[in-house]
């Protein structure tokens, strides 16, 4: 069996200009990630899939593979992480050994190499088609509501705002820092949330995704403070 690291690292991001080798430490996000995944001595090999010769540079250079420019097909909006991970798959020749894609973000700096080796057991465990890592909602999201435009709670969503949240069940979400899958299952299905898709639960720690300018700040701070604190044990 083959387990390899699979980044996509496209150099293309609206909210937040080169997000993915944004520096903190003095390191591109993508470089921590890469650091990280070399410390976890499992993977035969870590991919960056990238359509930018700069990304392509910097992962070269921190010890990744770059096995040629990602097509301009799957760099645009509209180019999903399956499409991605498929077309990589595609191209993997290895038919006498399971390979297992561990897909992870440059952005996901906050993921350690404990969490890492905790999935993927995890994954190895049973005939999972997936596993995603998922945070639990603090609050019902039965109990939202919207609001009109003078500020006043619209009548539609006020169903089931007198009911106790404990009435509620626990509700869960994708928090899109790693996903792991066979070659085979990446190949075949057409999405990872399936009804055998595993869901590991990280609600218990500081996971936080960046999507708007000021989570980098946000994670920048969490990060540094982790990073302290690995320096004084």
Request: aromatic share 10%; proline share 3%; glycine share 2%.
């Amino acid at each position: 069996m083959q387990i390899i690291a699979f980044i996509p690292a496209r150099s293309g991001s609206k909210r937040i200009k080169n997000k993915n080798i944004f520096k903190i430490n003095r390191k591109p996000l993508l470089v921590h990630v890469i650091e990280m995944l070399k410390k976890t001595n499992i993977f035969k090999s870590i991919i960056v899939s990238t359509d930018s010769s700069k990304i392509k540079k910097i992962a070269l250079k921190s010890g990744a593979s770059v096995p040629s420019l990602r097509k301009k097909s799957l760099s645009d909006d509209n180019a999903t992480i399956m499409d991605v991970v498929k077309d990589y798959c595609l191209s993997i020749k290895s038919p006498k050994k399971k390979v297992i894609i561990f897909c992870i973000f440059p952005t996901s700096i906050l993921i350690n190499k404990t969490l890492v080796k905790r999935a993927i057991n995890k994954y190895l465990e049973k005939k999972y088609n997936f596993l995603i890592c998922v945070r639990k909602f603090n609050h019902p999201i039965e109990r939202s509501f919207t609001i009109n435009k003078n500020r006043i709670i619209e009548k539609k969503t006020l169903k089931n705002l007198s009911k106790n949240t404990q009435s509620f069940e626990k509700r869960y979400f994708d928090l899109g820092q790693f996903y792991i899958g066979s070659k085979e299952n990446w190949i075949k299905n057409k999405q990872i949330f399936t009804n055998n898709t595993y869901c590991f639960d990280l609600s218990a720690h500081s996971i936080f995704d960046i999507d708007e300018p000021n989570d980098l700040n946000v994670v920048k701070a969490i990060f540094l403070k982790n990073f302290k604190s690995a320096e004084k044990k």
